[in-house]
């Protein structure tokens, strides 16, 4: 109700920019709800807390039985097919329809494996793995194959402003940096209030985007996904 009320008053006050501010504001409050359960995610993929915190906000604005027309379920919008595969890297049973749209913490801990095997498929560039998060991985190497690379496909498609999936990639990353300036997903902010007044807090730097938790000089992974599909809110056709 008090959501309502402030959208109402901002919508009478300043109009549809406000609207949207507050919209924005209550969709980062609704995220960083869902807090511990983005961290335990996140320890578990070795993925840092505010890149899921991003991919949460655009993908379903934190609301646990989002649903998109194409079928991605849930809070980081997981296909059925990405989900059990997911669910099966980490020994758990298939998840139902009705599951992925009501247990939270299952949902988090399914898309944030996906996450981390798009990954270790494609390396560690942050933009180029949400690309495959939205588009899909097989789709992503077709377009890739097709400009002559990630490079040269991102390079045209960032000149021209003309592609949803690079747009949502760096809309991830930027929602991503904001929950990392806010501190409450990462618990900084927690941190820093406990501290002495006038001390520094002792909480370290945030993780890098996207960066694992092993070995950074590892590199990553070429198996291929077991889910071509995507993971993501709208399976979109153009690049």
């Not at 890739?144 to 496909?153: I, K, L, P, V």
């Not at 991830?172 to 409450?184: K, M, Q, T």
């Amino acid at each position: 109700m008090l959501g309502l009320a402030l959208l109402g008053l901002a919508g009478w006050i300043e109009g549809p920019t406000v609207v949207r501010q507050v919209t924005s504001l209550l969709g980062l409050q609704r995220v960083e709800s869902h807090a511990e359960i983005l961290r335990e995610a996140a320890r578990e993929s070795g993925l840092d807390p505010c890149l899921l915190a991003g991919v949460m906000y655009v993908e379903s604005r934190g609301k646990v039985g989002a649903e998109s027309s194409a079928g991605a379920l849930g809070l980081l919008q997981l296909m059925p097919a990405a989900a059990s595969d997911a669910a099966e890297r980490l020994h758990l049973p298939a998840p139902t329809r009705a599951v992925l749209l009501t247990d939270a913490r299952l949902n988090a801990r399914l898309g944030a494996n996906h996450l981390k095997q798009l990954f270790r498929s494609l390396g560690r560039d942050p933009e180029r793995v949400l690309v495959a998060y939205n588009a899909g991985r097989g789709r992503l190497l077709d377009w890739e194959r097709a400009a002559g690379g990630w490079s040269a496909w991102r390079a045209k498609h960032a000149e021209r402003g003309d592609s949803a999936t690079l747009a949502y990639a760096q809309d991830v990353l930027a929602f991503a940096e904001r929950f990392r300036e806010r501190g409450v997903v990462s618990g900084a902010a927690q941190s820093t209030r406990r501290a002495t007044p006038g001390l520094a807090s002792e909480v370290g730097p945030p993780n890098e985007v996207g960066g694992a938790a092993s070995d950074p000089s590892t590199p990553p992974s070429t198996a291929p996904t077991t889910t071509e599909g995507k993971a993501s809110v709208e399976n979109r056709s153009r690049p």
